[in-house]
């Protein structure tokens, strides 16, 4: 007997594949799609959302990969009985649409804007010259045409390492420089007035939030970083209703 159809089709996203999971991990954890329930068959799921049976396909292995599915022989794909993963994790795939990169920028506002402030209020001055170091790198690299993701991460990251609490740290590395989706920037399509003008606002921001914690001014930290997160949320948005537009 064929299981109920659980889900609209989805929207016609850049990434019909991420879409396809988002919706099937959504369903997994609200209990529309209980333990041990069989998925609808790759046609069906085709004929519900309206995407290929390649998207099918590639959404139910990732599913699979993150241990929230099983697939049986002759049998189908089953929801895992134990589907809540343990870990959790963001990977360079998981950004191919802006409304996920928007995301993640909503949970580093979460997470870093708070650490700001921590580093502010327990920073070293050693901690202080590894944050300065790594502006230094990513002036360097976007100047030579380059993203700057690593670099950026860098800095970041030194921002956690500054708040004496490895869990922050221990955090950002499972996501990598994923954390920092530059590859929507595309420095190489800008000329180097517009790359001038790019760095020199991306620096002003990250100069601010050097210059709170360097005073110790844990408010101004806090702001610093919120301000800088706020308009790199506004630029994506921007980026996004371009892109419907077709400019």
Do not use: C
Request: proline share 4%; net charge neutral; no cysteine.
């Amino acid at each position: 007997m064929a299981e109920p159809m659980l889900f609209d089709a989805i929207p016609q996203a850049p990434n019909l594949r991420s879409g396809l999971v988002n919706t099937l991990i959504a369903q997994i954890e609200s209990g529309d799609l209980a333990p041990g329930q069989r998925l609808p068959t790759e046609q069906e799921i085709v004929a519900a959302t309206g995407v290929s049976r390649t998207v099918v396909r590639e959404a139910l292995a990732a599913l699979r990969a993150r241990g929230l599915i099983t697939t049986r022989q002759g049998l189908g794909a089953f929801v895992a009985k134990d589907p809540l993963p343990r870990t959790f994790s963001i990977l360079p795939d998981d950004l191919e649409s802006i409304d996920e990169v928007l995301r993640v920028l909503e949970l580093r506002m979460g997470i870093e804007v708070e650490a700001t402030g921590l580093a502010a209020e327990r920073r070293s001055d050693a901690a202080l010259e590894q944050m300065s170091s790594r502006l230094d790198a990513l002036e360097a690299a976007v100047r030579a045409g380059e993203p700057g993701s690593e670099e950026d991460f860098g800095f970041h990251r030194a921002i956690l390492a500054a708040t004496r609490n490895a869990n922050f740290t221990r955090l950002f590395d499972t996501f990598g420089s994923a954390m920092i989706p530059r590859q929507w920037t595309r420095l190489d399509r800008m000329t180097v007035p517009e790359r001038e003008k790019y760095l020199a606002r991306m620096q002003r921001e990250h100069r601010a939030i050097l210059a709170a914690i360097e005073a110790r001014d844990v408010k101004a930290a806090r702001r610093a970083m919120r301000s800088h997160l706020t308009k790199s949320y506004a630029r994506f948005e921007t980026l996004r209703d371009k892109a419907g537009r077709g400019d």
